[in-house]
């Protein structure tokens, strides 16, 4: 073998070793895609929806079955009508490396693939008069994926999964429990005009004591997250008292969106499948905002 060829050799190997040795020390390359310090989350599964078309997810991280009407095929350069494909979120441009794939809550884009063709969308909500638009952590959820499109102004295509709460307009939640008001819970949103209170009462204060406080969209996000992760749509209707027990437990729950849907549930001594986790959710979230006032 030649000089050259060994030094080269040397060389190569030198820099193999280096690199092993950088990784076993922790070392990583610059702007990988950021990754929450929070459990992955499921890949999304079911049928989402848009005024649009239709994005069906088998729920295994890779296949999808879309179908998008012609506007939104020609905006993502896809065929129209059914189409099966496989997809990756993506982390967005990410020099030197480009964009790469990442979770679904922290990615930028969207690449979906049907035969040879393949489209990158991007991610994102925009505003109603479309100056501005958000994108980054959190815009994709376990019920929510929105396509966002710019030209002379942005806009979005949200697709969301069927049978999920969202755009909530009215939210009631109480809790007795037994004789005593003072140790129920009593928990209101309400929208109007595009603004948001909530009144908190929790356990053990007094009715004149609970307080109303102006809130953010985020809340209402936070708060439709907690209602579909814990299913509670799938409560509507549920009504079981038990007639034999005097002063007992009971709940009551009504949700309102804006298109008039309603998810209404009354327990006496009788709960729905999932009720404490869910229960529990909806206090921290409401608790959380007395305590910062």
């Known amino acids: 073998m030649k000089a050259g060829t060994l030094q080269k050799a040397g060389l190569l190997l030198a820099a193999l070793v280096l690199l092993f040795t950088c990784t076993a020390c922790g070392w990583e390359?610059?702007?990988?895609?950021?990754?929450?310090?929070?459990?992955?989350?499921a890949p999304h599964d079911g049928l989402f929806v848009s005024e649009h078309g239709t994005m069906a997810f088998s729920g295994d991280g890779e296949s999808v079955v879309i179908d998008f009407d012609e506007e939104l095929a020609a905006l993502v350069g896809l065929p129209a009508g059914e189409q099966e494909g496989t997809y990756v979120f993506l982390t967005g441009d990410l020099p030197p490396h480009g964009s790469m794939p990442s979770r679904y809550d922290v990615a930028h884009e969207l690449r979906i693939t049907v035969g040879e063709q393949s489209s990158v969308i991007a991610i994102g909500i925009a505003s109603q008069d479309g100056k501005t638009a958000v994108s980054g952590?959190?815009?994709?959820?376990?019920?929510?994926?929105?396509?966002?499109?710019?030209?002379?102004?942005?806009?979005?295509?949200?697709?969301?999964?069927?049978?999920?709460?969202?755009s909530i307009e009215r939210f009631f939640f109480t809790e007795s429990y037994g004789s005593n008001y003072d140790d129920a819970v009593h928990y209101e949103l309400n929208s109007e005009n595009g603004s948001y209170t909530v009144?908190?009462?929790?356990?053990?204060?007094?009715?004149?004591?609970?307080?109303?406080?102006?809130?953010?969209a985020d809340f209402v996000e936070k708060l439709e997250?907690?209602?579909?992760?814990?299913?509670?749509?799938?409560?509507?209707?549920?009504?079981?008292?038990?007639?034999?027990?005097?002063?007992?437990?009971?709940?009551?729950?009504?949700?309102?969106?804006?298109?008039?849907?309603?998810?209404?549930?009354?327990?006496?001594?009788?709960?729905?499948?999932?009720?404490?986790?869910?229960?529990?959710?909806?206090?921290?979230?409401?608790?959380?905002?007395?305590k910062k006032r």
Do not use: C
Not at 29 to 41: A, C, K, L, S, V
Not at 199 to 216: C, F, L, M, S
């Open 199 to 216: 009144v908190v009462k929790p356990e053990g204060v007094q009715e004149e004591k609970a307080r109303t406080v102006a809130v953010d």
């Open 29 to 41: 390359p610059d702007n990988i895609p950021y990754e929450p310090d929070t459990p992955e989350p």
């Open 137 to 166: 952590t959190g815009i994709v959820t376990p019920t929510r994926i929105p396509m966002l499109f710019r030209g002379d102004r942005s806009f979005s295509v949200v697709f969301r999964k069927e049978g999920s709460i969202h």
């Open 225 to 290: 997250n907690v209602l579909n992760e814990h299913n509670i749509a799938d409560w509507n209707g549920f009504d079981e008292r038990d007639p034999d027990v005097m002063d007992g437990i009971g709940f009551v729950l009504r949700v309102v969106t804006e298109d008039g849907s309603k998810v209404e549930a009354v327990g006496y001594m009788e709960w729905p499948d999932g009720y404490n986790e869910a229960a529990a959710a909806i206090h921290d979230l409401f608790e959380s905002v007395y």
